[in-house]
């Protein structure tokens, strides 16, 4: 059974910068897709970044792109998400993901993910 925990997030002010974390465990593939999501309040999840493990392969939202930067620890099966130049638009519960299958190509869809973190909260200040 995959498990995943986060850790990071928080406040910022506008312009500043976090840096979230998500370990994974369980896994026996290294065939899979390992994403960000976020989910501001009373709206949908949707999808932030992800990256084909196998590949290193990665995908930007275009609200992100250009700010957040993924990067990973294989050794830790750990994947970051740098977030710079925060936006109060970007306030959300942030959610790491890892798909049931991989691929070459990040998979974007959110009915391939099965494993999900316990979320972190994401509040930026004007």
């Known amino acids: 059974q995959v498990h995943l925990v986060q850790s990071g997030g928080g406040l910022a002010q506008a312009g500043g910068s976090l840096r979230l974390s998500c370990a994974a465990s369980?896994?026996?593939?290294?065939?899979?897709?390992m994403s960000w999501w976020r989910q501001p309040p009373g709206k949908e999840r949707d999808i932030v970044a992800a990256i084909s493990w196998a590949t290193g392969n990665t995908t930007y939202s275009d609200s992100v792109k250009g700010r957040f930067i993924l990067s990973r620890d294989d050794a830790k099966t750990t994947l970051y998400l740098q977030m710079y130049n925060l936006k109060p638009e970007d306030t959300a519960d942030y959610y790491c993901?890892?798909?049931?299958?991989?691929?070459?190509?990040?998979?974007?869809?959110?009915?391939?993910?099965?494993?999900w973190g316990q979320g972190t909260p994401v509040r930026v200040a004007p």
């Open positions: 369980g896994h026996t593939s290294t065939d899979f897709t």
């Open positions: 993901a890892v798909s049931r299958t991989g691929g070459d190509v990040p998979t974007e869809s959110i009915y391939d993910f099965a494993h």
